[in-house]
């Protein structure tokens, strides 16, 4: 019964992978990390944004390939803290941003509908 549980637990942390809401923290991970930043551009009160982050969270296959390869960031229109100028003027939400840890573009964003297969094709490909 220990041995199950164990097995269990470790199974639903070796694809857990951590979402931040601080670009400047992601952006700093993901350049010590060596890994890819994914930034999920939102709105608030969006629930098509809620829906389309759901999707992203809940797909284990994609969990597994962020917690290797990307930093995943939650970033809202409008908040505070300071993100790259071109999302400044995004007018689809939600929009999804494949960065580089140089904060250069590695594949085209993903507006409004987030396809998951696009998605890791994108990541696996870095």
């Known amino acids: ?3 199950t549980l164990i097995v269990l637990v470790y199974a639903s942390y070796s694809f857990a992978f951590s979402v931040d809401s601080s670009y400047n923290r992601a952006h700093q991970k993901a350049i010590k990390e060596n890994k890819m930043l994914l930034v999920f551009l939102s709105k608030k009160e969006c629930p098509h ?8 969270l809940n797909n284990e296959p994609l969990k597994a390939a962020l917690s290797k390869r990307a930093v995943f ?6 908040q505070n803290e300071s993100y790259p100028v071109e999302m400044l003027y995004t007018l689809e939400y939600p929009t999804l941003f494949f960065l580089d840890k140089y904060e250069l573009f590695s ?6 509908e987030i396809e998951i297969k696009g998605l890791l094709e994108c ?4």
């Open 49 to 56: 944004c809620n829906k389309e982050l759901y999707k992203i």
């Open 123 to 126: 990541i696996e490909s870095k």
């Open 1 to 3: 019964m220990i041995k």
């Open 73 to 78: 960031v939650v970033v809202f229109k409008n």
């Open 107 to 112: 594949c085209s964003a993903m507006r409004s």
